[in-house]
């Protein structure tokens, strides 16, 4: 059984250019969150997709964008790349609802680097 | 608003050693409390969690007890080895945050033989 998988595992841009991250959920998982996590930080609460739906959203700009797609898995988009974007991105899966929200299996990230 | 503070790091042990890694939390509603760990290059796994008062999380030898008067869930494990050198995350999950999860910064654990 696969866990939550992301591609791909590290990305090099420049400034002004954009960014499309990949998630694919744990097999039987609904809902998907992504997470910045900066050098030295824990993870920061980007946005959670649900039903192809955006459901919450974290303390991030317009420039941070997503999508789900019917069978679950989800991209992540950046556009207009900052130097201060440079960060691991962690894609989370879970079931939807109540406290069967806690239960997060992380992916093990995209390392994205701007220059 | 929520917010989790752990511990700074980084944390060095010989081995066998006794750890304690300190974690509070600020919550507007009754949150569930998690550590997770990242070994290098790895995502986060759950490594315990607690969802009400006085409620003490247990997994692989660690432990951590929520404390609602001090608003703290310290991890504590009685004899570490080198396998459990990673970054360990205290995290909260807010119900009155649509279960909104908050991490704190990490802690960097080093143990050497």
């Known amino acids: 059984d696969a866990g939550v998988t992301q591609s791909p595992t590290h990305l090099i841009k420049t400034r002004g250019q954009q960014v499309t991250l990949r998630c694919s959920p744990k097999?039987?998982?609904?809902?998907v969150s992504w997470y910045q996590q900066a050098l030295g930080q824990g993870p920061q609460f980007i946005f959670q997709y649900y039903e192809e739906e955006e459901r919450q959203r974290g303390n991030f700009p317009d420039r941070f964008s997503g999508h789900q797609f019917p069978n679950y898995s989800s991209e992540l988009n950046v556009n207009a790349l900052l130097l201060g974007d440079s960060a691991l991105y962690l894609c989370?899966?879970?079931?939807?609802?109540?406290?069967?929200?806690?239960?997060?299996?992380f992916g093990s990230g995209t390392q994205l680097s701007v220059l | 608003g929520d917010s989790v503070t752990q511990m700074e790091g980084p944390v060095t042990l010989s081995e066998e050693a006794f750890l304690t890694i300190n974690c509070t939390y600020t919550a507007t509603g009754y949150p569930s409390l998690f550590w997770y760990v990242q070994y290098p290059g790895e995502g986060l796994q759950l490594l315990l969690k607690?969802?009400?008062?006085?409620d003490k999380g247990s997994n692989k030898g660690f432990e951590a007890t929520y404390r609602k008067e001090t608003t703290s869930f310290h991890l504590e494990k009685g004899s570490v080895q080198v396998s459990d050198s990673a970054v360990y995350f205290c995290a909260l999950s807010d119900p009155n945050a649509g279960n909104q999860f908050y991490f704190g910064t990490g802690t960097s654990l080093t143990v050497i033989p």
């Open positions: 607690a969802t009400k008062a006085d």
């Open positions: 097999s039987g998982h609904d809902t």
């Open positions: 989370a899966s879970s079931l939807y609802g109540g406290r069967s929200n806690e239960k997060l299996f």
